[in-house]
């Protein structure tokens, strides 16, 4: 079945150095989402791309979606304490549900 | 509006017993799903329904069974708790089918311990 994989799996920054998490897919997805999860919070979605080289930006957060739409990268541009969190990306496929990477889980120290 | 509320927050279950967990959307989502989320693993879907009467199987069902009597409530049970079923559970809800790349709108969890 699909796998969705994401690196790293821990991520340890000091506050205003960047943060990338990666995440690649066994096939090929119609669309991927991308969900952050605060401590001992619950995943709340942040973004949704669909479009093959798609990149969207939310303030100091980039997402990218490959050209072959198989992967997919988020970056954090200048960390701050309150980005702490686990950042999960969510792969669907036609006809599928959707499979969850195992997260990457990002401390910052102030 | 309560979004997705999932009761309990915590329980502690010795090896054996049963127990449901509850969750309910007022949003009118056809879709709602459970997952369960453990260390290194993300998120695996449990079971899953595409609206009242309709359920399915996801990633990782047994153990658990699931029932969708209305459009608002789908309870989790186990049947038989096990060590390995200690875990962080979430109800998940979204518009549509959950096939067409819904956001999915997540309840708060409820940690479960099996001794």
């Known amino acids: 079945g699909q796998q969705v994989m994401q690196i790293p799996q821990y991520q340890h920054v000091q506050e205003g150095e960047d943060f990338t998490t990666y995440c690649n897919s066994s096939?090929?997805?119609?669309?991927i989402q991308w969900y952050k999860q605060r401590p001992g919070g619950h995943p709340v979605f942040l973004i949704q791309l669909v479009k093959s080289g798609e990149v969207k930006k939310q303030k100091r957060l980039t997402f990218q979606f490959g050209e072959a739409k198989k992967n997919s990268s988020l970056h954090i541009t200048a960390t701050q304490t309150t980005d702490v969190g686990t950042y999960f990306c969510a792969g669907g496929t036609s006809g599928s549900r959707l499979t969850f990477g195992e997260g990457t889980q990002l401390t910052v120290n102030p | 509006n309560a979004g997705v509320t999932q009761t309990p927050k915590f329980q502690v279950l010795k090896t054996g017993q049963s127990m449901t967990l509850q969750c309910a959307q007022d949003?009118?989502?056809?879709?709602m799903s459970w997952y369960r989320q453990d260390p290194g693993m993300g998120l695996r879907l449990i079971h899953y329904?595409?609206?009242?009467?309709?359920?399915d199987q996801g990633e990782v069902p047994n153990g658990y069974n699931v029932s969708r009597s209305t459009t608002e409530d789908f309870p989790l049970r186990l049947l038989s708790a096990a060590p390995s079923q200690t875990s962080v559970y979430f109800c998940?809800?979204?518009?549509?089918?959950?096939?067409?790349?819904?956001?999915?709108?997540f309840g708060s969890g409820t940690q479960l311990s099996v001794l």
């Open positions: 949003m009118n989502h056809e879709y």
């Open positions: 329904s595409v609206g009242a009467g309709i359920t």
């Open positions: 998940a809800s979204s518009y549509g089918t959950g096939q067409g790349g819904e956001k999915l709108f």
């Open positions: 096939t090929t997805l119609s669309n």
